[in-house]
């Protein structure tokens, strides 16, 4: 068994490539004109489960607004928790 070591720039790279395909996603998955995403397109759009997306929501880390039973969550707050800015 051969050991690998993963290293803080391999992480990097691997972090710039999935927000590459993500952006990539949203430009064509998503109007330009649209500011809010159910969670149901949040879910696919980051390929995460209503669990992960449940713990999102619970510790703050993606905020959202709920009207008549619907959680709506802002593109440009999925955009900032992904480059790992402040809400």
Not at 41 to 68: D, F, M
């Amino acid at each position: 068994m051969q050991l690998e070591l993963i290293t803080r720039e391999d992480l990097k790279a691997f972090k710039e490539e999935l927000l590459a395909e993500i952006r990539q996603h949203i430009g064509t998955g998503q109007p330009q004109h649209r500011q809010w995403l159910k969670s149901s397109e949040v879910r696919k759009l980051l390929n995460i489960s209503p669990g992960t997306l449940q713990n999102l929501r619970i510790n703050g880390t993606l905020r959202y607004t709920k009207i008549g039973g619907m959680m709506y969550y802002r593109l440009e707050d999925i955009n900032r928790m992904l480059e790992g800015g402040e809400q």
